[in-house]
């Protein structure tokens, strides 16, 4: 069974630009959510998505969008890109009635 | 609303010793505990979780934790490490076993010395 896949793995954007991040979740799982990793701030949660619908959202700026399609793969879009938004996004999905999330590699995104 | 301390950030160790990583946290709810680790350039992966029962509970790689109501911790164990288990090592609490919302302490660094 294939593991949750994000692309791209890398990526470098300027100040004041935009990007979208693509999540594929683990075949099946209808729950995905959105975690930003940086030094400073450690783990903190973005995002949640089940069957298309956001269930919850983190405190972050409205820059910072989501959704989630039919087949479940999600994106993720931060306009406006500050150098603070410089991170490791991770994605994670989740099946029903299960307690674990299963985390993708990531996203390494650097914000010049 | 929740938070979690990890209280060292950094733990050396000797190969083949055993070692202790630390979590409290704080919550004004029931909360659901997990420890997960990540290797370098990778995602995270769960070690074990907490949803109710037994307080002492075993994960992967030989790793367990004990969750302690009273004192609000649930600390990370393993009698004997090795060079392979050097990772960051989080905590992690939830309101809900399903849910996605975790919040994570600032990780613990474990080097794991031969």
């Known amino acids: 069974k294939a593991g949750v896949t994000q692309t791209p793995r890398y990526l470098i954007k300027t100040r004041g630009q935009q990007v979208t991040l693509s999540c594929s979740p683990i075949?099946?799982?209808?729950?995905v959510s959105w975690y930003q990793q940086t030094p400073g701030q450690g783990l903190q949660f973005l995002f949640e998505?089940?069957?298309?619908?956001?269930?919850n959202k983190g405190n972050f700026p409205g820059r910072f969008s989501g959704r989630q399609f039919s087949n479940s793969r999600s994106e993720m879009n931060v306009s406006t890109l500050e150098l603070g938004d410089s991170a490791l996004y991770l994605c994670?999905?989740?099946?029903?009635?299960?307690?674990?999330?299963?985390f993708g590699e990531g996203s390494r995104l650097t914000v010049l | 609303a929740q938070s979690v301390t990890q209280l060292d950030s950094q733990v050396p160790v000797f190969e083949e010793a055993p070692v202790e990583l630390r979590c409290n946290y704080s919550s004004s709810v029931s909360v659901y505990l997990f420890w997960y680790v990540q290797y370098p350039n990778q995602g995270l992966q769960l070690l074990l979780k907490y949803l109710s029962g037994s307080t002492l509970v075993k994960g992967i790689n030989g790793f367990e934790a004990e969750f302690n109501k009273s004192q609000t911790s649930f600390h990370l164990r393993k009698p004997s490490v090795h060079i392979s288990d050097t990772a960051e090592y989080f905590c992690a609490v939830s309101e809900s076993h399903a849910g996605n919302m975790l919040t994570f302490g600032g990780g613990t660094r474990l080097m794991v010395k031969p």
């Open positions: 075949s099946g799982h209808r729950s």
């Open positions: 998505y089940f069957s298309e619908t956001q269930r």
């Open positions: 994670a999905s989740r099946g029903q009635g299960t307690g674990e999330l299963f």
